[in-house]
């Protein structure tokens, strides 16, 4: 066989330090994303026991690989082994198969590194744990590479890990060592890359999403980060409350389990400072470890201490706290941190060896159990058929007809990439006493992945889990609500009872021919194609989209304004500004050109003879004048109660826009320009134009992290309900009923008398907060504070206006719901009036 041909390569097989000239894990050395991939195919040259398979391309174009890892006789049969997996993840099989399939299957484990790239151990560690699953021949790893087929992703995030590495590399043994990169590590996302898992806006997650839920289905996914409370070592599993009532519970014990064999391991290997059961919930949906476990997949998460580069550091007793946040002594032992960690010095190897002994609990807990991961995956997927079948619900039905059909077909889109089973119906049906015609789409409840279709379709209700009979609520780690289609603005019926209907189990779900229907998102893709090949585009005062030789001449002459190229400017701070990222991509995502502005850039002045609109994505005004200031600290991670390092930012790479690029803002708006504003920004032309208008709520220090305001009003991550008046063509093509997306965010009252409010003046409320039942999904205190209250105004300011959303319309690139009132305020900007 070829394996047993091969085995003479095993000795070629090179160490880390052999191939890098150091040991990933060295102080103040880092790998970059060449000499890591190059280790790997260097491996896969010389042993049989793995494969490297490139499996996408990532936003900047890098290759992505996932190398397979196992003996050699299981990658001979790797395609066997994975129709094996996949069957039973799927449910396919009968009882009787299950059990053979099981016995004959291989446990799946998947571990990658690096998605947060600023965390660096995780893909220092890759070669390591590559290197000790090929060449070591102990009794455990012989079990492992035997039973277990291992998916290892050794850089997960390729041009962020080069971006940091670079920059490092760049300041090190300068006084800029511990430096922040001075913008994403992600071109769109930064951290929020680990908050795409269930929009899959990002090219990486939707390479990774195939692999996890289409191909391989693995029964334990592996997240790795960087960012335990303090002065924890590492934090594994279990997690925090509150749990997601759709998590099976038989996931979450697995994942328990997991935890238990690493804490065990940790112990025996005398290694202190093991936190669980805190910070980290089971309640989001929509990051790497938390997705899986709405897949039957045991979805683990750690987080290993040390989080400044491969610069090492000392810590004495004095440094630590006495308490967690949760009011657990630091010092002493406790059920969910038995062996305190007191001190001393800490470096990135050490990180690495800590993450390598949770890699190996996980593998050998994979080997040991195999079996019963396999038939585990077989089980859930037939239970969660069964109760599909049940009823309440049956099933989802989406109409094809929507207002908005492009964002309808996203949304579907989206759910087929991550494994949910979508039909459409052949003929019309009733359902649940209702007619359906023929075209409805059909999202049935009995199917594999049940509990990830009713966590993204039904509202979330946040419980209320106390300290004592009257503290505080715990509050959520991300957010609290995410209803999918509420997000999209897509009408879903929810179906209680079983119906019958004929069905095509694989409808086309492209898009056609984009639309010149306003109420569709796709109007703005055949806005901008007129425009760039030379057509005129027109809005009519009811906000028709007309278009040249498409529109009949009569009405196209009637037509209230003329649309122009869009001239968009978007301030880029040197603070990484994810809000900013993720416009990027809304702004890429509808062809829309624009430009970065920095703050020499606002500094300079003359922006209204190059843009007809500039974003503020949300920041702080403190933030955009005067970012990091030269030769001061820099603010070390939030929330946390670590010590500060002295970190000081290159000085090309601190500073603000100043009151020079301010005024350059005022005068560019004064001038005819359109200055549009996402929630902490609008702070700054409240502030400083002035406006006419006040903000009822306190903007938090950071202008990011939800927080109660001093009015009680406390909205972490939440959507809620409101109306549009339809007095702007920022409002164009919107319904009167709408969901927002905020974290807080403002509401404003106008400060005019309404005989005063017109001309130069005037101040327009095109969003309000719905007067009653505000909370639609999610969790809600201070409800009373803004019910009815304006959160978008479009304010005029000298001859141009300022058009404030006090919410992010476009979050994470999830809220298609509302991107219409971003992308029409941009058109608007640089429209003629006719």
Known sequence: MAWLLALPLWSAVPEPRQHFGFDPGDDYKLADYQQIISYFQALEKSSPRIKLVEFGRSSLGKPMYVAFISDAQNLEKLEEYRRINQRLALGLASAEEARQLSRQGKAIVWIDSGLHANEVAPVQHAPHLAYRMLTEESEELRHIRQNVILMQVPVINPD?????????????????ELA???????????????????MLNLAETRHVTRLLFEEWFPHIVYNQHQSPAFPARIFVPPYAEPLNP????????????????MKERFARENKPGILSYYGFDAWWNGGLRSTPAFHNMHGILTETAGNSYATPRNYRATDLPERFGNGIPTR??????????????????DAVDYMLTADFAILDLAATRAEQFLFKAWDLARSNIALGNQGKPFAYLVSASQPDRYSTLEMLRRLRLAGIQIERAKASFVADGKSYPAGTYILRAAQPFRPYLLDLMEPQVYPEIRAGQSGPTKRPYDVAGWTLHMLMGVQVDRVNDAFAVQTDRDPDLRHGEPSLDHRDNSAFLATIAALESGKKVRWSAEGNILVEGRTPPAEFERAAYELQLPRVGLYEPFTANMDAGWTQWLLEHFQIPYQLLHNADMRAGGLRARFDAIILASQTPQSILHGNRSGEPVAGRRNSTEPS?????????????????LAALDEFVRAGGTLIAFDAATDLPV????????????PTADGDTPEPSANGFYSPGSLLRATVEHNSPIAFGMPKDITVFTTGGQVWDINLLPELNKEDREVKSIVRYAAKDLLASGWLSG???????????????GQGRVVLFGFRPQFRGQTFGTFKLVLNAIYFASARAR
């Open 160 to 176: 962020g890990l080069d971006w940091i590495v670079h920059w490092y590399r760049k300041n090190v043994g300068t006084p800029y």
């Open 180 to 198: 922040p990169l001075p913008h994403l590590y992600h071109k769109y996302a930064g951290h929020d890359n680990n908050r795409d898992w269930y």
């Open 246 to 261: 759709h998590i099976p519970a038989a996931v979450m014990e697995g994942i328990n389990l997991i935890g238990s064999a």
């Open 332 to 349: 002493e032992p406790s059920i969910f941190y038995q062996r305190p960690w007191l001190g001393g010095r800490w470096s990135l190897r």
């Open 645 to 661: 390092l002295r970190i000081i930012q290159r000085p090309e790479f601190t500073g603000g826009i100043t009151l020079l690029g």
């Open 687 to 698: 502030q400083f134009f002035p406006l006419p208008v006040s903000g009822r709520l306190r």
């Open 783 to 797: 409800e009373r504070q803004v019910s009815g209250r304006s959160i978008l105004l479009e304010a005029r300011h």
